[in-house]
């Protein structure tokens, strides 16, 4: 199981780009990465999800280098409403999923 | 579309006494999931149940009991609730390719549980 490092906290402007590095250094070749977002009282939402280079929605980016052991979120001009907890996980089957502490975004004014 | 619903959303129990967690999905997945997730930490897989009739043990599954009831409902037991057992739970489901790969969950917003 791919053990996921990220930073424990990060602080931002409104409209600044926001980039949350995740490493995962002992990925598995059948591995995709997603990232989650979790508001205070209420469940993990997903965000996006990647194999390899980069995958692009409505709401963010994500980063896959070729070695794929580091991916990095990318939210573009955050808002107030971007305060939350993002998690990063890799997996592809049933594993035993664990999501960590994550990393807790405070958008400031 | 309600996605997934966990009941009761809030619960107090005493010590000994027993309850069960219930959650229903009505998108049509294989597969559930019950978390825990105590302050500062984040979620710790309990037990999930690939597809209807399966269940397997997680990260942290001493004390709990599951049943995957039908393909829509996963059910929690906690047969002899202990102060240890003060979390908020959630409920998730998934879909599953032919390939093996999960995709990404969805989740309930989580039950409350205090045990005293």
């Known amino acids: 199981l791919a053990k996921t490092t990220q930073p424990i906290s990060m602080d931002s402007y409104e409209g600044q780009e926001v980039n949350i590095t995740c490493s995962h250094n002992?990925?598995?070749?059948?591995?995709?990465i997603t990232w989650y977002q979790q508001f205070p009282s209420q469940g993990p939402r997903f965000i996006i999800q990647g194999y390899k280079t980069k995958v692009t929605n409505e709401v963010a980016s994500l980063f896959i280098p070729a070695d794929r052991k580091s991916s990095t979120l990318s939210l573009p001009r955050v808002s107030l409403s971007d305060t939350a907890v993002y998690y990063c996980?890799?997996?592809?089957?049933?594993?035993?999923?664990?999501f960590g502490i994550g990393t807790k975004l405070q958008v400031i004014p | 579309n309600a996605g997934v619903t966990q009941t009761p959303k809030f619960q107090v129990l005493k010590t000994g006494q027993s309850m069960t967690l219930q959650c229903a999905q009505d998108?049509?997945?294989?597969?559930m999931y019950w978390y825990r997730q105590d302050p500062g930490m984040g979620l710790r897989l309990i037990y999930y149940?690939?597809?209807?009739?399966?269940?397997d043990k997680g990260e942290v599954p001493n004390g709990y009991n599951v049943s995957r009831l039908n393909k829509r409902e996963f059910s929690l037991r906690l047969e002899s609730a202990a102060p240890s057992q003060t979390s908020v739970y959630f409920c998730?489901?998934?879909?599953?390719?032919?390939?093996?790969?999960?995709?990404?969950?969805?989740f309930g917003d989580g039950t409350r549980l205090s045990i005293l």
């Open positions: 996980l890799v997996g592809g089957g049933y594993q035993k999923v664990t």
């Open positions: 149940s690939a597809s209807e009739g399966t269940t």
């Open positions: 998108m049509n997945h294989n597969s």
């Open positions: 002992n990925i598995a070749t059948n591995d995709y």
């Open positions: 998730a489901s998934s879909e599953a390719l032919p390939t093996g790969r999960v995709l990404p969950q969805h």
